[in-house]
């Protein structure tokens, strides 16, 4: 069992930037893939962002074609974290993000994540 704890939301300005974090509970964290999802009103959740562990030291990342070059993921295993660094946010990023884990392989479809935390909103003003 895994809990997790969106923080980071808010509101900013198109260009401007934001750093999301997710706080697991867990001792194996390291080993869990960790993905960001977004959803807004009225619409489908998708896929952002997954932060995997493929084996050793080593992890790889994922990203939407919507926010690559622009959003980075990344992990702290020592603080049980993973950060999402949004920059050149538009105001289609207006949504609310939600971090989810798995156990598993990382997917960009949210029906492979058991985990999930409830949310923080960020809203982008053109």
């Known amino acids: 069992q895994v809990q997790l704890v969106e923080s980071g939301g808010g509101l900013v300005q198109a260009g401007g930037s934001l750093r999301l974090s997710c706080a697991a509970s867990?001792?194996?964290?390291?080993?869990?893939?960790i993905a960001w999802f977004r959803q807004d009103v009225e619409k489908e959740r998708e896929f952002v962002a997954a932060?995997?562990?493929?084996?050793?030291?080593?992890?790889?990342?994922d990203y939407a074609d919507s926010v690559k070059g622009r959003f980075t993921i990344s992990r702290d295993n020592a603080k049980n974290t993973v950060y999402l660094q949004m920059n050149s946010l538009k105001p289609e990023d207006t949504a609310v993000y939600y971090c989810?884990?798995?156990?598993?392989?990382?997917?960009?479809?949210?029906?492979?994540?058991?985990?999930w935390g409830q949310g923080t909103q960020v809203t982008v003003s053109s």
């Open positions: 867990g001792r194996t964290f390291s080993r869990y893939a």
């Open positions: 932060h995997s562990w493929s084996g050793s030291s080593t992890y790889y990342a």
């Open positions: 989810a884990a798995t156990t598993g392989r990382s997917s960009d479809n949210r029906f492979g994540y058991a985990y």
